[in-house]
């Protein structure tokens, strides 16, 4: 939780009492969510009471949140009226850049940093190399995080800021295979884990059946039906994959081989633009050699099919 004992630059005004009604929560959607952290805050506060203040900035007599947004929902769920705040500044700007330099204690999430730089970048019109400078970090430790943002998906944004996936399996388990398969596998397997409460391990031996799987098990796993692909998965090794040097390099060739026939199928519709002469000269040779080979690279695959499915 962000309920961390602050750095002595960050109160820049006395600590007051709030009414809890009159917080402006404009960037409550910056922070994320986390419902087993918020339960034992909740329980913490309830015995000892709010000992760190709130922290945000007061613009013309609003204060704006911007940390304590935890403490600020056990605050409500205990029926406090008011809650100690302290200002870091007197504009929203300011602000940020003031919570994001004091964050090198890992107060701020990744993704937590990447919407306040993105807040930075748009509200505030600051270019990368500006923001890099204000925060006291590198333009490329920057671009990196407004980088990982860009790419999330509204559902999968959602779903990670709301504390039902968790960031840490989107990260270093789901970005890897959205290179490869898409945003739009992505999304499905994360509408699909939404909410389950699994474990990292249950989430990686999950994805990895999902994305290298058979479509009965990808099929099994849409329909939030996981007990047996985890019941399958559950004796992997506990290398990431699970292979062999010479088996990575066979399922990597299936997987080259999988994105050229769909690639090949789509481009060899299109006859209005294939039509040449040089190529059709080159290609009826390569279709000739590829063809006399079909019958046995078919039986191949149906073997080798028909040994993994035994596994």
């Known amino acids: 939780m962000n309920d961390r004992p602050e750095h002595p630059e960050r109160a820049s005004s006395a600590t007051a009492l709030v009414e809890v009604a009159r917080l402006d929560l404009r960037y409550e959607g910056c922070r994320l969510k986390s419902p087993a952290a918020e339960a034992r805050l909740l329980s913490a506060i309830a015995a000892g009471g709010i000992r760190q203040p709130l922290q945000g900035v007061e613009v013309l007599g609003v204060r704006i949140l911007l940390d ?11 029926h406090l009226a008011t809650v100690p705040f302290v200002a870091l500044a007197t504009d929203e700007t300011a602000g940020i850049v003031c919570l994001l330099r004091a964050a090198n204690d890992h107060a701020l999430s990744l993704l937590e940093q990447a919407r306040f730089l993105d807040e930075l970048k748009g509200v505030g019109g600051l270019s990368v190399a500006e923001i890099g400078q204000q925060v ?12 990982v943002l860009a790419e999330l998906s509204p559902l999968v944004r959602g779903t990670l800021f709301d504390g039902a996936f968790p960031v840490y399996s989107y990260l270093y ?9 898409g945003a739009v596998a992505v999304d499905e397997f994360v509408a699909a884990l939404r909410g389950k409460k699994l474990s990292a391990r249950q989430i990686e031996q999950l994805a990895h059946g999902f994305f290298r799987g058979p479509e009965s098990l990808r099929e099994q796993i849409r329909q939030g039906h996981l007990a047996l692909p985890l019941q ?17 390099v066979v399922v990597a060739d299936l997987e080259q081989t999988q994105k050229l026939l769909v690639r090949l199928l789509s481009k060899s519709a299109d006859g209005r633009r294939l039509s040449s002469r040089p190529f059709r000269a080159q290609a009826h040779l390569l279709c000739a050699g590829l063809l006399s080979r079909l019958p046995a690279f078919t039986q191949t695959l149906r073997a080798l099919h028909d040994h993994c499915g035994q596994a």
């Open 68 to 78: 304590g947004f935890k403490r600020l929902r056990c605050a409500r769920k205990l």
């Open 136 to 147: 006291g970090r590198s333009p490329a430790w920057v671009s990196v995080r407004l980088g």
């Open 173 to 181: 388990t789901l970005r890897p295979f959205r290179r490869l398969k």
């Open 232 to 248: 399958q998965l559950k004796d992997l090794p506990e290398d990431p994959d699970g292979c062999s040097e010479f088996e990575r």
